[in-house]
Every structure is written in structure tokens, then in C-alpha cells.
């Protein structure tokens, strides 16, 4: 089955809140009620529908490079001092 695209014609609860005017992409067969009801009217297929664009550029906020203590082994731990043996 595809995915489409339908207009919320009534704010409804759904995955998420959905507003009157929003967008809804869906599985027809799971939208069929709600077409049923008046709550969403069908668009078209989601692949009409443009893909968001990803960003291809890092943050400039991103470190470049990993700290230099990040590879570095772990302390060893000291032995305890002071403690008590158990003794019957």
C-alpha cells in the first residue's frame, strides 16, 4: 500500500495534535474513517509530496576534532586501605 497525503479539515488527536489546515500523511487504509467523518480530505499520493531537504553541512557549533584525553586508558584503581579482613 502507499502512502497519502490528506488536509485535516478537523484538529484531531493523532500520532500528534493535528490542527485544522495541516497536512497528514497516512496509509489509505488507515485514514478511511476519518475520510468517512468528514476529519481529513485526500490530497494526494505522498510522493507528489517534496521531501524535506537534509542539512549537508555539519553544525559550526560541532567540535572537529575529539578531546585528546578521549582515547586515553582508564586509572587503574588503588587498592583499599584500611579495610577490615573478615576473621571467624
Known sequence: MT?????????????K???EGDKRTMLA????HLVDLGTLELI???????AEEK?????EDKMEESPSNKAAPKPA?????G???KEA
Not at 29 to 32: E, G
Not at 77 to 81: L, P
Open 3 to 15: 502512502k497519502k497525503v490528506y488536509l485535516v479539515k478537523r484538529q484531531h488527536d493523532g500520532d
Open 17 to 19: 495534535q493535528y490542527w
Open 29 to 32: 487504509s488507515d485514514a478511511k
Open 44 to 50: 494526494g499520493d505522498a510522493e507528489d509530496e517534496p
Open 55 to 59: 542539512a549537508e553541512d555539519a553544525p
Open 77 to 81: 584503581n588503588k587498592k583499599a586501605v
Open 83 to 85: 579495610t577490615k579482613s
